[in-house]
Nanobody, 122 residues
């Protein structure tokens, strides 16, 4: 099986920055698309950013110009650099990875991390 572990969340003041990390491990043949999502209290989970295996990136309109997604394929790790954070971006941030499993390289599956809390408050 595959595990995703997020880290880097915490408390930050408005206008501050955080960098989140998500490392994939387990029975992995290859890691394909990796994404970051967030879910604020009482709101739907939303896609924040995505990055393909080749490095192509996409962002939600609300974070364009402030957030940067990147990956280190050798470490099976995806990062989210978050700058100029706003209080309304307080949420649990989750990473997701679509992986080709080592057990059967014809099979791709989606996995979620446990989430990391980001709180933006004065």
């Amino acid at each position: 099986q595959v595990q995703l572990v997020e880290s880097g969340g915490g408390l930050v003041q408005p206008g501050g920055s955080l960098r989140l990390s998500c490392a994939a491990s387990g029975s992995i043949f290859s890691v394909n698309t990796m994404t970051w999502h967030r879910q604020a209290p009482g709101k739907q989970r939303e896609l924040v950013a995505s990055i393909s295996s080749s490095g192509s990136t996409k962002y939600a309109d609300s974070v364009k110009g402030r957030f940067t997604i990147s990956r280190d394929n050798a470490k099976n790790t995806v990062y989210l650099q978050m700058n100029s954070l706003k209080p309304e971006e307080t949420a649990v941030y989750y990473c997701n990875a679509v992986v080709t499993i080592a057990q059967d390289i014809r099979v791709q599956r989606s996995y979620w991390g446990q989430g990391t809390q980001v709180t933006v408050s004065p």
